[in-house]
DNA sequence: TCAAAAGTGTTCCGAATACACCCATGC
DNA sequence: GCATGGGTGTATTCGGAACACTTTTGA
């Protein structure tokens, strides 16, 4: 390798070489909601080490391949979804967090609705499973550490952002997504109020179609409005609750 | 190395030694605050490349390195001072953002007190200055990119985490805070108010000392409560603004 | 006595809360 | 008709915004 004797400027005196021997992986934490739940995707692992251990998908990067793009390819080889909301959200690099090697990770979390995710043909797939994440198995690696910082990371998110719109159908009702709100934050809320609320921020897109096939009065369906959303985001407005 | 032919579940045909060819790094956007104004510490690169460029404070992690060690590391070969507020925010990992070869770099940020910060002796701190982050000159690599990230992350942060007080001494009158609040907010706020919000939020230890040696009535001191806050926190309270 | 900042009190308004109530549909 | 969820209206409360005012110090 061609690298001067220091990176920045650095004390140190060995050869840079001994610096390049990091292995690099990203790990994905992929939520979705079901039946009122929020769940995570896990696999079990086939090979060692920790083999047959539940573990997040993911894989070394390559030499030249960007990070989200490493990303992307690993929740794309599972459930053959491109574009999907995917986000970064922290680097864990322990000395001795994988017990074979020195490998950093980096964690991203996505969020997918969980009619769009048909697991596709792959030796992962097989072994794909989602777990509530109230109840999770043991974990291979620091993996349960990773876990536990995507869904901090996840419900920082939710209360500030309108993040969890990814989570449901395209179309939904409202009370769709009071329900799922309702899951992601822990408490419920008022009806009356949570539409009031969520309406007067313009970021819902009424449509004419209503719910079919219910034994009761169907809803109204919506759509979340992103193009609005941005566009009042750059107003300053800020989406709460 | 005696690594496995597959890390996790992987397609790769390439023997794995060819994974272990990352650098790694980490940069520190270390935040101040001096005459109202919020600073950021930046030094002038003395080496090749991007040399008298300026650039944040970096460098490579050891192979044996724990990632936040080595972030401390850094921040204390610059300032002399252990134990500073010190967080994560992104790893940067574009395979084209070293011109030489394949660095993934950490971003942390740090908020110092400017009266504790004593730049010490070394290469470094010789050529380090405090930025106004409204008029940054060019900056090596991607760290342009890094700072504002970093930059973003801090404005999140002070909204939603009690995470100024870094930037001021241990005792502080409430003007100081609300000033402070005010540079990092980008908007002002009404005395009354603001002394009320703060007060109720019972996160400040009044002192029974007052600020000397000015020219109009001494302002009381207060302490910031780190244990009060930990508690409030846990019982579900969140600090807003 | 004046300037400058410390510190307090009060009114007003809008948003959040807590309910109560009516509507549409399938069985 | 009744169960079920859809959908609306309103009185009350609480907290934030705006602003005025008094106090204490040094010069």
């Given at each position: 390798m061609k690298f001067p004797n220091s990176y920045y400027i650095s004390d140190y005196k060995l050869p840079i070489n001994d610096y390049f021997v990091f292995g690099l992986s990203v790990d994905c934490v992929i939520f979705g909601y079901q039946e009122g739940e929020i769940k995570v995707l896990l696999v079990q692992r086939?090979?060692?080490?920790?083999?047959g251990n539940w573990a997040l998908i993911g894989d070394l990067v390559e030499p030249k391949q960007n990070l989200c793009d490493a990303a992307n390819n690993v929740l794309e080889k599972l459930t053959g979804l491109k574009n999907i909301y995917l986000k970064q959200f922290f680097a864990f690099g322990s000395v001795d967090r994988h017990p074979l090697d020195r490998v950093v990770t980096v964690g991203y979390f996505s969020l997918v609705n969980s009619m769009d995710y048909k697991p596709i043909a792959s030796s992962w797939a097989k072994s794909a499973r989602w777990f509530n994440i109230n109840d999770l198995p043991e974990l291979a690696f620091d993996h349960h550490t990773i876990l536990l910082k995507g869904i901090e990371t996840l419900k920082d998110e939710v209360r500030h952002k309108p993040t969890g719109f990814e989570l449901l159908p395209p179309k939904f009702t409202l009370l769709e997504l009071q329900l799922l709100y309702e899951a992601l934050l822990g408490y419920k809320f008022d009806k009356s109020n949570f539409r009031k609320k969520i309406i007067e921020m313009n970021i819902l897109k009424p449509l004419k179609e209503a719910k079919e096939n219910v034994s009761h009065r169907p809803a109204q369906l919506f759509e979340f409005d992103e193009k609005r959303y941005r566009a009042l985001e750059k107003e300053g407005f800020s989406f709460e609750l």
């Open positions: 086939g090979l060692e080490p920790f083999k």
